[in-house]
C-alpha cells in the first residue's frame, strides 16, 4: 500500500513562506515522479509544481514560476516544495501525488496524499 503524508501546512501573512513535505511509503519511491497540486473553495484542483525522479527536471505554473521550489530526497523518501513571497491567492488545500512520469495532467497521477492546508492572510 502506498502512503502519502504531507506536512508543513499552516498560516502565514502574505508576503510570507512556507515549505511543505510530503512523506511516501510503500513502494521505490526514487522511481516516480512526484507533484503538487492545490484545490482552493470552490475551485477544481490545479497543477503546481513536479519533479521527475532523479530532481533533474522541475517544471512549473506559471503562477508560481519564480516563488516556488520543488525539491526531493530520495534518501528520505521526501518531497518538498518551498513557497516563497506568498499571495492571499494560493491559499489553498495542497496535495503532493506520485507518478510514472512527469507531468501536469493530474489524471496521470496514481497515488495522492491527504492534503495540507495553507492559508496566507492579507
Known amino acids: 500500500q502506498v502512503q502519502l503524508v504531507e506536512s508543513g501546512g499552516g498560516l502565514v501573512q502574505a508576503g510570507g513562506s512556507l515549505r511543505l513535505s510530503c512523506a511516501v511509503s510503500?513502494?521505490?519511491?526514487?522511481?516516480?515522479?512526484m507533484g503538487w497540486f492545490r484545490q482552493a473553495p470552490g475551485k477544481e484542483r490545479e497543477f503546481v509544481a513536479t519533479?521527475?525522479?532523479?530532481?533533474?527536471?522541475?517544471y512549473y505554473a506559471d503562477s508560481v514560476k519564480g516563488r516556488f521550489t520543488i525539491s526531493r530526497d530520495n534518501a528520505k523518501n521526501t518531497v518538498y516544495l518551498q513557497m516563497n513571497s506568498l499571495k492571499p491567492e494560493d491559499a489553498a488545500v495542497y496535495y503532493c501525488?506520485?507518478?510514472?512520469?512527469?507531468?501536469?495532467?493530474?489524471?496521470?497521477?496514481?497515488?495522492w496524499g491527504q492534503g495540507t492546508q495553507v492559508t496566507v492572510s492579507s
Open positions: 501525488a506520485a507518478a510514472g512520469v512527469v507531468g501536469t495532467n493530474l489524471d496521470k497521477y496514481d497515488y
Open positions: 519533479i521527475n525522479w532523479s530532481g533533474g527536471y522541475t
Open positions: 510503500g513502494r521505490t519511491f526514487g522511481s516516480n515522479a
